[in-house]
T-cell receptor
Framework: AQSVTQLDSHVSVSEGTPVLLRCNYS??????LFWYVQHPNKGLQLLLK??????LVKGINGFEAEFKKSETSFHLTKPSAHMSDAAEYFCVVTPTGTASKLTFGTGTRLQVTL | KAGVTQTPRYLIKTRGQQVTLSCSPISGHRSVSWYQQTPGQGLQFLFEYFSETQRNKGNFPGRFSGRQFSNSRSEMNVSTLELGDSALYLCASSLTGVSYNEQFFGPGTRLTVL
Protein backbone atom coordinates (compact mmCIF):
# COMPACT_ATOMS: atom_id res chain seq x y z
CA ALA A 1 0.00 0.00 0.00
CA GLN A 2 1.14 3.55 -0.59
CA SER A 3 0.12 6.99 0.57
CA VAL A 4 1.28 10.58 0.49
CA THR A 5 0.92 13.34 3.05
CA GLN A 6 1.04 16.93 1.97
CA LEU A 7 2.05 18.80 5.06
CA ASP A 8 0.46 22.14 4.18
CA SER A 9 -3.04 22.66 2.87
CA HIS A 10 -2.32 26.28 2.01
CA VAL A 11 0.91 28.15 1.27
CA SER A 12 1.15 31.87 0.59
CA VAL A 13 4.27 33.50 -0.88
CA SER A 14 5.13 36.83 -2.40
CA GLU A 15 5.95 37.05 -6.07
CA GLY A 16 9.68 36.58 -6.60
CA THR A 17 10.24 34.61 -3.40
CA PRO A 18 10.99 30.87 -3.17
CA VAL A 19 8.29 28.24 -3.10
CA LEU A 20 8.41 25.10 -0.95
CA LEU A 21 5.56 22.58 -1.01
CA ARG A 22 6.16 19.63 1.28
CA CYS A 23 5.27 16.00 0.65
CA ASN A 24 6.06 12.82 2.58
CA TYR A 25 5.31 9.42 1.17
CA SER A 26 4.79 5.91 2.40
CA UNK A 27 5.17 2.92 0.15
CA UNK A 28 5.67 -0.80 0.56
CA UNK A 29 7.42 -0.90 -2.78
CA UNK A 30 9.91 1.26 -4.60
CA UNK A 31 7.64 4.12 -5.60
CA UNK A 32 7.24 6.41 -8.52
CA LEU A 33 6.42 9.95 -7.39
CA PHE A 34 4.84 12.82 -9.24
CA TRP A 35 3.75 16.39 -8.74
CA TYR A 36 0.66 17.59 -10.58
CA VAL A 37 -0.81 21.09 -10.77
CA GLN A 38 -4.47 21.97 -11.19
CA HIS A 39 -5.47 25.46 -12.22
CA PRO A 40 -9.08 26.53 -11.63
CA ASN A 41 -11.50 24.92 -14.07
CA LYS A 42 -8.68 23.09 -15.80
CA GLY A 43 -7.44 19.53 -15.80
CA LEU A 44 -4.40 18.24 -13.99
CA GLN A 45 -1.00 18.84 -15.54
CA LEU A 46 2.16 16.89 -14.77
CA LEU A 47 4.92 19.07 -13.35
CA LEU A 48 7.58 16.43 -12.84
CA LYS A 49 8.14 12.77 -12.04
CA UNK A 50 10.59 10.56 -10.19
CA UNK A 51 10.93 6.99 -11.41
CA UNK A 52 14.11 5.73 -9.68
CA UNK A 53 16.59 7.58 -11.87
CA UNK A 54 18.18 10.85 -10.68
CA UNK A 55 17.00 11.90 -7.22
CA LEU A 56 16.86 15.58 -8.20
CA VAL A 57 14.12 15.97 -10.73
CA LYS A 58 13.56 19.07 -12.85
CA GLY A 59 10.13 19.82 -14.19
CA ILE A 60 8.31 22.43 -16.17
CA ASN A 61 8.04 26.12 -15.34
CA GLY A 62 11.16 26.12 -13.17
CA PHE A 63 9.91 23.61 -10.59
CA GLU A 64 12.08 20.85 -9.20
CA ALA A 65 11.84 18.18 -6.51
CA GLU A 66 14.30 16.02 -4.64
CA PHE A 67 13.61 12.41 -3.72
CA LYS A 68 15.03 11.67 -0.25
CA LYS A 69 14.57 8.04 0.65
CA SER A 70 15.97 8.44 4.17
CA GLU A 71 13.39 11.10 4.92
CA THR A 72 10.63 9.61 2.73
CA SER A 73 10.13 13.06 1.28
CA PHE A 74 9.59 14.54 -2.16
CA HIS A 75 9.31 18.28 -1.64
CA LEU A 76 8.56 20.62 -4.54
CA THR A 77 10.54 23.84 -4.88
CA LYS A 78 10.87 26.83 -7.16
CA PRO A 79 13.41 29.62 -6.70
CA SER A 80 11.10 32.47 -7.62
CA ALA A 81 7.30 32.44 -7.62
CA HIS A 82 5.22 33.99 -10.37
CA MET A 83 1.61 35.05 -10.18
CA SER A 84 0.77 32.37 -12.72
CA ASP A 85 1.94 29.68 -10.24
CA ALA A 86 -1.15 30.20 -8.11
CA ALA A 87 -2.98 26.87 -8.25
CA GLU A 88 -3.58 23.59 -6.40
CA TYR A 89 -0.62 21.21 -6.28
CA PHE A 90 -0.88 17.47 -5.73
CA CYS A 91 1.83 15.05 -4.68
CA VAL A 92 1.16 11.61 -6.13
CA VAL A 93 2.60 8.13 -5.57
CA THR A 94 2.25 4.89 -7.47
CA PRO A 95 4.12 1.59 -7.39
CA THR A 96 6.99 1.53 -9.85
CA GLY A 97 5.90 0.02 -13.11
CA THR A 98 2.47 1.58 -13.25
CA ALA A 99 1.29 5.12 -13.67
CA SER A 100 -2.36 4.29 -13.92
CA LYS A 101 -3.37 3.74 -10.29
CA LEU A 102 -2.29 7.04 -8.83
CA THR A 103 -2.67 7.81 -5.12
CA PHE A 104 -3.09 11.54 -4.60
CA GLY A 105 -2.28 13.70 -1.62
CA THR A 106 -4.89 16.10 -0.31
CA GLY A 107 -3.41 19.02 -2.20
CA THR A 108 -1.69 22.29 -1.35
CA ARG A 109 -3.21 25.54 -2.50
CA LEU A 110 -0.47 27.98 -3.47
CA GLN A 111 -1.33 31.65 -3.24
CA VAL A 112 1.05 34.19 -4.80
CA THR A 113 0.74 37.80 -3.73
CA LEU A 114 2.25 40.98 -5.14
CA LYS B 1 -2.50 16.73 -31.21
CA ALA B 2 -5.88 16.98 -29.53
CA GLY B 3 -5.96 16.48 -25.79
CA VAL B 4 -8.19 14.27 -23.70
CA THR B 5 -11.82 15.23 -24.15
CA GLN B 6 -14.67 14.50 -21.78
CA THR B 7 -18.36 14.85 -22.42
CA PRO B 8 -20.52 16.25 -21.13
CA ARG B 9 -18.72 18.90 -19.10
CA TYR B 10 -21.63 19.38 -16.70
CA LEU B 11 -24.47 17.13 -15.64
CA ILE B 12 -27.33 17.46 -13.20
CA LYS B 13 -29.15 14.32 -12.12
CA THR B 14 -31.47 13.28 -9.33
CA ARG B 15 -31.01 10.52 -6.78
CA GLY B 16 -31.74 7.07 -8.12
CA GLN B 17 -30.99 7.91 -11.73
CA GLN B 18 -28.04 6.57 -13.65
CA VAL B 19 -25.48 8.46 -15.66
CA THR B 20 -22.90 7.74 -18.36
CA LEU B 21 -19.78 9.83 -18.84
CA SER B 22 -17.55 9.66 -21.89
CA CYS B 23 -13.83 10.07 -22.36
CA SER B 24 -11.87 10.24 -25.61
CA PRO B 25 -8.14 9.71 -25.04
CA ILE B 26 -5.31 11.22 -26.98
CA SER B 27 -4.85 9.48 -30.30
CA GLY B 28 -2.63 6.43 -29.90
CA HIS B 29 -3.13 6.15 -26.15
CA ARG B 30 -4.43 2.78 -25.03
CA SER B 31 -4.71 3.27 -21.27
CA VAL B 32 -7.62 5.23 -19.81
CA SER B 33 -8.07 5.84 -16.10
CA TRP B 34 -10.93 7.44 -14.20
CA TYR B 35 -10.75 9.47 -10.98
CA GLN B 36 -13.31 11.06 -8.71
CA GLN B 37 -12.53 14.42 -7.11
CA THR B 38 -14.56 15.70 -4.15
CA PRO B 39 -13.81 18.35 -1.51
CA GLY B 40 -14.07 15.77 1.26
CA GLN B 41 -12.25 12.76 -0.19
CA GLY B 42 -9.95 14.49 -2.66
CA LEU B 43 -8.85 12.65 -5.78
CA GLN B 44 -9.53 8.91 -5.77
CA PHE B 45 -8.77 6.30 -8.39
CA LEU B 46 -11.82 4.54 -9.81
CA PHE B 47 -10.48 2.16 -12.45
CA GLU B 48 -8.21 1.79 -15.45
CA TYR B 49 -8.85 0.22 -18.81
CA PHE B 50 -6.23 -0.98 -21.23
CA SER B 51 -7.02 -2.64 -24.56
CA GLU B 52 -10.71 -2.95 -23.64
CA THR B 53 -9.97 -4.76 -20.37
CA GLN B 54 -10.19 -3.43 -16.84
CA ARG B 55 -6.63 -3.66 -15.55
CA ASN B 56 -6.87 -1.90 -12.17
CA LYS B 57 -9.71 -1.05 -9.87
CA GLY B 58 -10.07 1.28 -6.89
CA ASN B 59 -12.27 0.89 -3.82
CA PHE B 60 -15.61 1.99 -5.15
CA PRO B 61 -18.94 0.13 -4.99
CA GLY B 62 -20.24 -1.87 -7.90
CA ARG B 63 -22.55 0.99 -8.86
CA PHE B 64 -19.51 2.44 -10.58
CA SER B 65 -18.59 0.63 -13.76
CA GLY B 66 -16.83 1.34 -16.98
CA ARG B 67 -15.85 0.01 -20.33
CA GLN B 68 -13.47 0.71 -23.13
CA PHE B 69 -14.08 0.41 -26.83
CA SER B 70 -11.76 -0.80 -29.57
CA ASN B 71 -10.86 2.80 -30.45
CA SER B 72 -9.77 3.31 -26.78
CA ARG B 73 -12.66 5.63 -25.99
CA SER B 74 -14.04 4.90 -22.55
CA GLU B 75 -17.31 5.33 -20.75
CA MET B 76 -18.04 5.37 -17.07
CA ASN B 77 -21.46 4.55 -15.69
CA VAL B 78 -22.88 5.22 -12.26
CA SER B 79 -26.17 3.57 -11.41
CA THR B 80 -28.61 4.45 -8.64
CA LEU B 81 -27.04 7.83 -8.02
CA GLU B 82 -26.56 9.07 -4.46
CA LEU B 83 -26.02 12.61 -3.24
CA GLY B 84 -22.43 11.68 -2.37
CA ASP B 85 -21.69 10.92 -6.01
CA SER B 86 -21.64 14.64 -6.74
CA ALA B 87 -18.08 15.22 -7.86
CA LEU B 88 -15.71 16.15 -10.63
CA TYR B 89 -14.93 13.02 -12.63
CA LEU B 90 -11.57 13.12 -14.35
CA CYS B 91 -10.34 10.91 -17.11
CA ALA B 92 -6.67 10.42 -17.93
CA SER B 93 -4.98 8.68 -20.81
CA SER B 94 -1.48 7.40 -21.40
CA LEU B 95 0.28 5.30 -23.98
CA THR B 96 0.43 2.14 -21.91
CA GLY B 97 -0.09 3.15 -18.29
CA VAL B 98 3.41 2.38 -17.04
CA SER B 99 5.30 4.87 -14.95
CA TYR B 100 7.43 6.35 -17.72
CA ASN B 101 4.32 7.20 -19.72
CA GLU B 102 2.84 10.48 -18.61
CA GLN B 103 -0.86 10.54 -17.83
CA PHE B 104 -2.75 13.34 -19.56
CA PHE B 105 -5.91 14.51 -17.85
CA GLY B 106 -9.07 15.83 -19.39
CA PRO B 107 -10.96 18.85 -18.00
CA GLY B 108 -13.45 16.64 -16.21
CA THR B 109 -17.20 16.20 -16.01
CA ARG B 110 -18.86 17.91 -13.09
CA LEU B 111 -21.76 15.80 -11.86
CA THR B 112 -24.32 17.25 -9.50
CA VAL B 113 -26.83 14.89 -7.88
CA LEU B 114 -29.94 16.53 -6.42
Amino acid sequence: AQSVTQLDSHVSVSEGTPVLLRCNYSSSYSPSLFWYVQHPNKGLQLLLKYTSAATLVKGINGFEAEFKKSETSFHLTKPSAHMSDAAEYFCVVTPTGTASKLTFGTGTRLQVTL
Amino acid sequence: KAGVTQTPRYLIKTRGQQVTLSCSPISGHRSVSWYQQTPGQGLQFLFEYFSETQRNKGNFPGRFSGRQFSNSRSEMNVSTLELGDSALYLCASSLTGVSYNEQFFGPGTRLTVL
